[in-house]
């Protein structure tokens, strides 16, 4: 009996050691064959290679998850990025058939040395990246870290073709203390699978269309230091839609109003002065979106100047027309006027040899009228003669053509003439500058 425990409990033994030495399935073995158990800060601080010449080669793909913001008037563009980094680590390999098939644990960040890539254009708090918290690490020595960021760049925009703009804003990755012999930047897909990705996961665009993603790498010296770096080159095209409805439609309309209002007849002034404030509401506008410390002036400002300038100078040769009729109007009107007087007196008197006359028929049928009251109906009569008197005689100058009324035609009529030609040229010129190169990056 005693010798049949004795030969049991050497089974399990003999079991218990041969499966802790063919194969160990906890993390915590393979954690101490590695001499991660406590913090082994050699493996924090150093780069984790044998000899210090060797290089080591980061892996860095970015994946842009979205672009959530471009502000053209701080020059920034704010993306959501994921970003994954891979190197080898030549202390931690493990052979994965000596701990029950283990390829890869996880162990936090802080315990392994871990590139310091940083990102040159970046102007983004430090709240906003978002490491993981742990790396994986395989069993052939791969150490990968990944991360995401709501990452703001500085990008200089080139304004000019505003709202038909396309803008190529580099990401640069760089080492902030290592040089190009330590460590150099590379990338683990190509800019063609990174792109594409970019472009299926994308999932805010906002008024911005990915065109393209172009990998570079750069290597540069540096007070005698080489340096290296790793350039993405994103390139984005704006969606002008809502500009175009929005800006260039409206005030385009409001030039074919004004060429219009040509045609108007009578008071012309009024009008044209609320075109030119509607235009001004459009600039107020304008103003918001765009820099003012553009050296190359964008068309889209110029083209908003011109109709301003285009409504301005017609509202002034409006005044001038107006001011020559009035010279026109008081030139003749000395001698229309005496000869107006004249016919009022003749007429009255006229009428005053007439009206008692028929006061006299009436009376004979109606009650007869006392004096005081013809008096007064010969006033009104008077006030009313001289009011008919008083429009016959605007209708006149309307239809007799002075001097200056000849002289206000041709100004008219050459001025619109050059204001229709001016609408005409600048509209071919927008058209070949904005849609020329919107069609021709739409193509690419
Ligand atoms: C991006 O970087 C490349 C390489 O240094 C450079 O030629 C290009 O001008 C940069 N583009 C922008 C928009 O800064």
Redesign the pocket.
């Known amino acids: 009996m005693s010798g049949l425990t004795t030969l049991a409990f050497l089974a399990v033994t003999a079991a218990g050691v041969s499966s802790s030495e063919m194969s160990d399935c906890s993390y915590l073995s393979l954690l101490t064959h590695l001499n991660l158990i406590q913090t082994n800060s050699p493996l924090s601080m150093m780069r984790p290679v044998k000899n210090w010449t060797t290089t080591t080669v980061v892996s860095l793909d970015m994946v842009l998850f979205g672009i959530l913001e471009v502000d053209e008037m701080s020059q920034t563009v704010t993306t959501h990025v994921q970003t994954q980094m891979s190197w080898r680590n030549e202390f931690l390999n493990w052979n994965s058939s000596n701990f029950c098939g283990i390829k890869t644990l996880t162990v936090p960040r802080n315990m392994l040395w871990v590139p310091d890539v940083s990102i040159q254009e970046d102007a983004s708090d430090t709240g906003s990246i978002q490491n993981s918290p742990l790396v994986t690490l395989t069993n052939d020595g791969l150490v990968s870290a990944s991360g995401r960021q709501r990452l703001t760049t500085t990008?200089?925009f080139k304004l000019y073709l505003f709202p038909f703009d396309t803008q190529?804003?580099?990401i640069t990755f760089g080492s902030m203390n290592y040089d190009a012999e330590s460590m150099i930047l590379r990338t683990i897909n190509s800019e063609v699978a990174l792109s594409s990705v970019s472009e299926q996961i994308m999932i805010t665009q906002g008024e911005w269309e990915l065109l393209n993603m172009t990998i570079?790498y750069?290597s540069f010296e540096l007070k005698n230091v080489s340096e290296n770096r790793l350039?993405y080159?994103v390139i984005i095209m704006r969606k002008p839609m809502l500009y175009v409805i929005n800006l260039i439609v409206p005030l385009f309309y409001f030039v074919i109003l004004d060429l219009a209002s040509f045609f108007i007849r009578g008071e012309k002034l009024s009008f044209k002065v609320t075109v030119l404030l509607s235009i001004s509401v459009l600039l107020l506008i304008l103003q918001d979106m765009l820099p003012s410390t553009e050296a190359k002036l964008p068309l889209m400002a110029s083209f908003c100047a011109w109709v301003f300038a285009l409504v301005g100078l017609s509202i002034l040769e409006t005044m001038l027309i107006d001011f020559l009729l009035g010279l026109d109007g008081c030139c003749g009107n000395n001698a229309e006027n005496a000869i107006n007087n004249q016919e009022v007196e003749i007429q009255l008197e006229g009428n005053s040899h007439k009206e008692p006359s028929a006061a006299e028929e009436r009376g004979q049928l109606g009650p007869v009228m006392k004096p005081s009251e013809v008096e007064l109906l010969m006033l009104i009569l008077e006030e009313v003669k001289v009011a008919r008197i008083e429009t016959g005689r605007h209708i006149k100058d309307d239809r007799k053509p002075g001097r200056y009324t000849r002289l206000v035609k041709i100004i008219d009529s050459v001025y619109f003439v050059l204001y229709f030609l001016n609408v005409v040229g600048y509209l071919l010129y927008l058209n070949m500058e904005w849609l020329g190169s919107y069609v021709s990056n739409k193509k690419e």
Request: proline residues 0%; contains cysteine.
């Open positions: 990008c200089q190529c804003c580099n570079i750069y350039i080159t």
